[in-house]
Each structure stands twice: as C-alpha cells, then as structure tokens.
C-alpha cells in the first residue's frame, strides 16, 4: 500500500518536472523565443503546428532600444531555445548576456549565421556602449540571406527535436524555394527602376540594397536626431540625386523626415524593416521603392 502511494507521487512529480530539452507548453507544443517578428515568420513557417513561438521585440518596437519586460524574462524559463539575429542588433549587445546568465540552459542560436554581414555605410555606425558596431545590422532584409536563416533555425529545431527532423528540413527546403521566387520576383520588378538611390530615415536597407543594385541613401544615424546642419546636407543630397520619397520604418518618428520631405519638395512613405509577413513584406516593400524611384 505505502510503495503504491510512493510510486505515484513519483509519478507525478515526473509529470510536472519540464523534461531537459523540450519545454512543452500547455498546449504540449515546443516554446521557443526570438528576438525580432521576422524570425519568428521563419521559426513558424519551419515548425508548423510543432512549436509556439514567442517575440522578444514586440510590434512596433524599436530593437535599437527595447528592453525586455519582467514577464519576457521570465519566459525564457520555459523556453527550449532562443534564436538571435546575431548581427549586432543594440537590444541582444544590452540583453543576452543577461538572458544567458538568468538562463544557464538556456540554448542560444545566431540567426546570422553563414550571412556575409555587410559594413555599415560611412557615417553610419549603430552605436552600443562606447565603440561602435561596424556591421549593418539588418541583414534579413535579402531574401537571399533569409535562406540561410532557414537553414539556421531548421537545424535549432532538428537538434532540440531531432524526431521531427525530417519535417522541419523539408519546411525549409520549400521555404528555400519560395524565397527564392520573392528574390527573382524583386529583382525583376526593380530592374525597371529609373532612379536607383533611395532616401531612408533610418538605414534599414542596406542588405536589399546591395541586393539588387540600389543605392541607399540614410538621413538619421545611431538613433539620433539630425542637427539643423545635417538635415541641410541631407536635403541638399536628396535633391542631387533626384529624390522626392523619404522612407519611414514604424518604429521610428517621422517628424524630422517629414521636414526633410518638405524640404525636397516630396513625400514620406513607410516599409517596414521588422514586419512578421516576411515574404508579404518585401513585396510591399519593392512596390513601394517602385513607386518611389519613378
Ligand atoms: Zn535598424
């Protein structure tokens, strides 16, 4: 009677210990965190029904600056890996030596991983701390590169779940596929483009850019406002290259590019360098950089 008793209390002891690598949310799904909403289209469109993915950076907020809230922290307890864009982003420089320390389990893979990470443009360094980061962080914004997150976060899931594994490579195979339509899609509607320089406020674009033969041109830098003396320059610059679109991302104001529009005698549009509908996305994205290079 009294070993029965003990066997089931171990039993359920058992049931309520989360097992070592997979962390099963209620629903019985694998949890996984990432940083920013275009991994988590990637984490889904790989799991599936698999896994429930969760963002670190919400909608509209600013990566360059966001900081996680309490309830964030704590669900990296229960998470089975963490997946970063791993290009220098300010929240993971500030944040995942944290994470990691809160979370000594807590398995991390770099989203940037195989991506040829390009130079910031001059002048254009995103700053942390005291030095200044070299690379452009926002890689994710070439299809080409969103390959190679595939690939990346195929195998995080492969390895934390390797019974699984034969799905999830074949999510990223056709993912692959379908991201390499979006990449001849793009480059076949810009190569009409008239006008190949393009004026952003924040400097999002520089991977598309490179991309497909663009030329970005970036008003604000290190998430700073612009003085009365750089806001001439840029003006002055647009003009030159014949601009009359200003590009605004959602998280960021659009009152100095507004002046800036003003001052060219054009307009502010916004694209989205953080948005979830990756694919969807940069469609918008393309058609608007259509429009403003006519
Ligand atoms: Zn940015």
Redesign the pocket.
């Known amino acids: 009677m009294m070993k029965r008793v003990t066997i089931v209390l171990l039993l359920l002891l058992l049931a309520v210990i989360p097992s070592s690598c997979t962390s099963p949310s209620e629903s019985g799904r694998m949890r996984v965190v990432v940083s920013i909403q275009p991994l988590a289209w990637f984490a889904e469109r790989i799991a599936g029904d698999l896994a429930e993915v969760r963002v670190m950076v919400p909608p509209g907020g600013?990566?360059?600056t966001y900081e996680p809230l309490p309830r964030q922290m704590r669900m990296l307890a229960e998470t089975a890996f963490f997946v970063k864009a791993g290009s220098g982003?300010e929240f993971e420089i500030d944040w995942m030596e944290r994470f990691m320390t809160l979370n000594p389990s807590l398995t991390v893979y770099d989203a940037a991983r195989g991506v040829a990470l390009l130079p910031m443009a001059a002048g254009h360094g995103?700053q942390h701390g005291s030095s200044v980061f070299r690379y452009d962080?926002?890689y994710w914004l070439a299809p080409r590169n969103g390959m190679l997150i595939a690939d990346t976060i195929a195998g995080a899931f492969s390895k934390e779940d390797p019974q699984n594994s034969a799905l999830y490579r074949e999510n990223a195979r056709r993912l692959k596929e379908e991201l390499e339509e979006l990449d001849a899609f793009i480059r076949g509607r810009l190569q009409g483009l008239g006008n190949r320089s393009f004026l952003v406020f924040?400097?999002?674009w520089g991977y598309f850019a490179h991309a497909y033969g663009l030329h970005q041109i970036a008003a604000e830098e290190e998430?700073k406002s612009l003085t009365p003396r750089q806001m001439e320059r840029v003006i002055l610059q647009a003009r030159e290259a014949g601009i009359t679109v200003v590009f605004v991302?959602p998280?960021f104001s659009t009152a100095q590019a507004e002046t800036i529009a003003r001052g060219i005698g054009g307009v502010t549009r916004s694209v989205d360098?953080?948005a979830f509908s990756y694919d969807e996305n940069l469609r918008a994205v393309t058609a608007a950089f259509l429009e403003g290079g006519r």
Do not use: E
């Open positions: 600013n990566p360059h982003v995103h962080p926002h924040h400097p999002a998430g991302s998280q360098p953080l």
